[in-house]
């Protein structure tokens, strides 16, 4: 595939569209991009004559098709129309690579929107045709025709009309001509009817866009993913991650250990109480999630249209759309109750990303602990020992690190990233349209998926397989010696309280600190206590709970 152009000077730029290169801006060639940036500038001083590809030994056909924006010279293979992606060549982040996928949106424009159209009077020929274009997108057949980024215009119109839009075949040229205006869904439809691509016959505004807006279609695709991606992959996920860390709550719940706080030595508990605070932690996280769904399932915008006033709509078509939505998703979704709030305002997403960020800080205090409790093996804590899944270092052999805690906390640390972002988009609502809305969506539509996803890794890889050290633990705890680590520690102290009071107890650990020695062999000194009281009142097992 080549791109030709000839200029005033009868100069001829003419260069391959290098199809095995890494694209910058995909799925299209860097070099291609570039020089299609240049062609742009040179025909908007006049230059260009023509702007055209051409195909090896094959016929120069061309022709023309009208756009909003001007006349382009087209071949009858490709409908090269360059303004959207060209003006949006800002990193490679793809839109349907961020959860927010071309069938989300093939799914409210086919199945959905023509059902309802059809009702309405929409020719049922032509909305049958759409609703099997669109069926193709969600299969994922023209997943080549989605090249749009993130970044874009604020409302997702580029998104929308893509879905509405474009194509031909699969090559690099065609590839960025999808992103011309109105024509994924209209020019195949049309095709499935017999018709050939940029004839219009199936209209990409009158028949795809009909009664709809990007302004309130958008939106509405992101409530619907949103709400298909919490039920059907994130909370599964966090539940198995609870389920988890429960049953090692009750696998540990014998084994007590030394508590510590601010780092440092504090009471006893056991090491299932320990993990009962994971799994609490992991449940309330739950729940915080399944608290936000009333608002993710009650503001659907569909039926809004430009600015939530409805036009170019019928009575009742809103309620239709979203009882339709209800039925395809099995989700109880309803109509935004005001129309004007839903474009404008995306609170409900703010608020779900402040539930993950909440989750998020939860798994960070989870990991962390746990690849400090598994620390060492000789000169760490050492408390636990972690699955040995891979190699850990290049240069030092047998060493194995904590992966799965890394992998997680940077996960967290990107969700709570995200959620700055998602918050400062979500405060940009400027009078009737939040103008932020592919930033809100794939930010939270990403955090829901990296959270899912390293959940269930960290699950699957750590927790599942993380055991005791029992005997560090029984050496702490067991040994008749009072010179084990557990005896010396100070905090045991605190045991003393109810019976030599706080100022006396804390005489004894400091005695012990600075001198080295043992509880009982400071309390003896000081004489606050006798042997055998001491022995009575500081019993490790007897520290983890409230006595009778």
């Known amino acids: 595939m080549w791109l030709k152009a000839e200029v005033m000077e009868n100069r001829c730029v003419d260069r391959p569209s290098s199809p095995g290169?890494?694209?910058?801006?995909?799925?299209?060639?860097?070099?291609?991009?570039?020089?299609?940036?240049?062609?742009?500038?040179?025909?908007?001083?006049?230059?260009?004559?023509?702007?055209?590809?051409?195909?090896?030994?094959?016929?120069?056909?061309?022709?023309?098709?009208?756009?909003?924006?001007?006349?382009l010279m087209l071949s009858s293979e490709e409908s090269l129309s360059l303004h959207?992606?060209?003006?949006?060549?800002?990193?490679?982040?793809?839109?349907?690579?961020?959860?927010?996928?071309?069938?989300?949106?093939?799914?409210?424009?086919?199945?959905?929107?023509?059902?309802?159209?059809?009702?309405?009077?929409?020719?049922?020929?032509?909305?049958?045709?759409?609703?099997?274009?669109?069926?193709?997108?969600?299969?994922?057949?023209?997943?080549?025709?989605?090249p749009l980024v993130i970044w874009q215009t604020g409302s997702g119109t580029q998104s929308n009309m893509n879905a509405n839009?474009?194509?031909?075949?699969?090559?690099?040229?065609?590839?960025?001509?999808?992103?011309?205006?109105?024509?994924?869904?209209?020019?195949?439809?049309?095709?499935?009817?017999?018709?050939?691509?940029?004839?219009?016959?199936?209209?990409?505004?009158?028949?795809?866009?009909?009664?709809?807006?990007?302004?309130?279609?958008?939106?509405?695709?992101?409530?619907?993913?949103?709400?298909?991606?919490?039920?059907?992959?994130?909370?599964?996920?966090?539940?198995?991650?609870?389920?988890?860390?429960?049953?090692?709550?009750l696998e540990f719940k014998d084994i007590i250990k030394i508590g510590r706080t601010h780092t440092q030595d504090a009471t006893p508990l056991t090491l299932g109480q320990e993990f009962s605070g994971y799994s609490t932690q992991v449940k309330y996280g739950i729940d915080r999630v399944m608290c936000t769904l009333p608002r993710m399932y009650q503001y659907l915008a569909q039926g809004g249209t430009a600015v939530g006033t409805g036009l170019n709509t019928k009575k009742g078509f809103d309620v239709k759309i979203a009882a339709t939505v209800a039925e395809e998703t099995n989700l109880p979704f309803i109509t935004s109750e005001n129309k004007f709030e839903a474009l404008a305002a995306h609170d409900a997403f703010v608020e779900t990303s402040g539930a993950l960020n909440t989750i998020s800080a939860s798994l960070m205090k989870i990991g962390n602990d746990i690849r400090l409790l598994g620390s060492g093996p000789s000169c760490g804590l050492?408390?636990?020992?972690?699955?040995?899944?891979?190699p850990g270092s290049s240069i030092m052999p047998g060493k194995v690190n904590p992966t799965q805690c890394e992998a997680l906390t940077m996960v967290c640390a990107q969700v709570m990233g995200n959620h700055v972002a998602i918050t400062v988009g979500g405060s940009n609502g400027h009078f009737e349209l939040n103008v932020y809305k592919p930033l809100i969506a794939s930010g939270l539509l990403c955090s829901l998926r990296l959270l899912g996803d390293a959940s269930a890794s960290f699950e699957k890889n750590c927790i599942r397989g993380i055991q005791a050290n029992q005997e560090r633990i029984s050496k702490l705890l067991h040994e008749a010696s009072l010179k084990t680590l557990i005896r010396m520690s100070l905090m045991l102290v605190t045991s003393l309280n109810p019976k030599i009071g706080y100022d006396n107890a804390a005489a004894v650990a400091k005695k012990a600190h600075k001198e080295g020695t043992t509880l009982k062999h400071a309390a003896l000194n000081l004489g606050v206590l006798t042997s055998e009281e001491f022995e009575k009142l500081v019993v490790p097992e007897k520290m983890i709970g409230p006595s009778d």
């Open 165 to 249: 839009e474009p194509c031909g075949g699969r090559d690099v040229t065609s590839c960025l001509s999808t992103c011309s205006s109105f024509q994924v869904i209209a020019n195949r439809a049309a095709e499935i009817l017999g018709h050939k691509r940029g004839e219009k016959f199936v209209h990409p505004n009158d028949h795809v866009n009909r009664s709809q807006s990007s302004n309130d279609t958008f939106p509405t695709v992101m409530h619907i993913a949103a709400g298909v991606e919490i039920n059907s992959r994130f909370i599964p996920k966090l539940k198995q991650l609870h389920t988890s860390l429960h049953s090692k709550s």
């Open 382 to 390: 050492g408390e636990l020992t972690l699955p040995e899944n891979e």
């Open 21 to 71: 290169a890494q694209p910058a801006c995909p799925p299209g060639s860097l070099e291609l991009i570039k020089l299609a940036l240049e062609l742009l500038k040179l025909s908007a001083k006049g230059s260009i004559r023509s702007l055209h590809t051409i195909h090896p030994n094959a016929g120069d056909q061309k022709q023309v098709e009208q756009m909003s924006q001007g006349l």
């Open 84 to 146: 959207t992606l060209y003006h949006f060549c800002i990193s490679n982040t793809l839109l349907n690579t961020s959860s927010l996928h071309p069938k989300d949106l093939s799914l409210l424009l086919g199945s959905i929107l023509m059902n309802v159209n059809m009702e309405y009077g929409l020719d049922p020929s032509i909305g049958k045709a759409i609703m099997q274009a669109a069926q193709e997108v969600a299969e994922g057949k023209l997943n080549d025709h989605f």
